[in-house]
């Protein structure tokens, strides 16, 4: 299987921070790589995919970059409703793993 | 726009089996575009995927669970299913159902709101 690690594991930041999350698989993935932002008691909502492309309706200070085994997620500008868990996803080759998330908090 | 809606037992005996249900609406599980998967969460931890059906009948499960394991197909009421037989307190948690496209990155886009399932006597 492949191992998916995120870092940092939590991070603490203010309204307007940019913040960056990243996510290394333990083999190559080419750009199979997916990211997914996870409210309490919500399900996942995928942000971006195939590395770099953003979703339909997913607002434009999301970005992700990065292919092979280094991938980031950037929140160009931090807004209240970003506080969340983010998780990345392979789906490179079966069984398709999640990283154990990154957890955004308010400073 | 595609809804999914998890049901079943939100309680199940240790070594019995978990059933739920996926119910679609606004698409349909007899296209070929798409994976009809199956995610869980367990209280407080990260996400794990377990396994996905495919209209042509393809399935593809987490070999850790693949044993104990199967996902269908109910066509006729837009449906797919999950059983998990012989569960543990480890099988509890939020179990998700979603859509994944068969191209491009696999990404799942569309996901259900997830039923708690507890496994406990």
């Known amino acids: 299987d492949i191992q998916m690690t995120q870092s940092p594991s939590s991070l603490s930041a203010s309204v307007g921070d940019r913040v960056t999350i990243t996510c290394r698989p333990s083999?190559?993935?080419?750009?199979?790589l997916n990211w997914y932002q996870q409210k309490p008691g919500k399900a996942p909502q995928v942000l971006i995919y195939g590395a770099s492309s953003l979703q339909s309706g997913v607002p434009s200070r999301f970005s992700g970059s990065g292919s092979g085994t280094d991938f980031t997620l950037t929140i160009s500008s931090l807004q209240p409703e970003d506080f969340a868990t983010y998780y990345c996803q392979q789906t490179y080759s079966i069984p398709w793993t999640f990283g154990q998330g990154t957890k955004v908090e308010i400073k | 726009q595609v809804q999914l809606q998890e049901s079943g037992p939100g309680l199940v005996k240790p070594s019995e089996t978990l059933s739920l249900t996926c119910t679609v609406s606004?698409?349909?599980?007899?296209?070929?575009?798409?994976?009809w998967s199956w995610i869980r969460q367990p209280p407080g931890k990260g996400l794990e995927w377990i396994g996905y059906i495919h209209y042509s009948g393809t399935t593809t499960y987490i070999p850790s669970l693949k044993s104990r394991l199967t996902i269908s197909l109910d066509t006729s009421k837009n449906q797919f299913s999950l059983k998990l037989s012989s569960v543990t307190a480890a099988d509890t948690a939020v179990y998700y159902c979603?859509?994944?496209?068969?191209?491009?990155?696999?990404?799942?886009?569309?996901w259900g709101q997830g039923t708690l399932v507890t496994v406990s006597s």
């Open positions: 979603a859509r994944a496209s068969v191209s491009g990155s696999y990404h799942l886009a569309y």
């Open positions: 083999q190559t993935i080419s750009n199979y």
């Open positions: 606004g698409g349909s599980v007899s296209s070929g575009h798409y994976y």
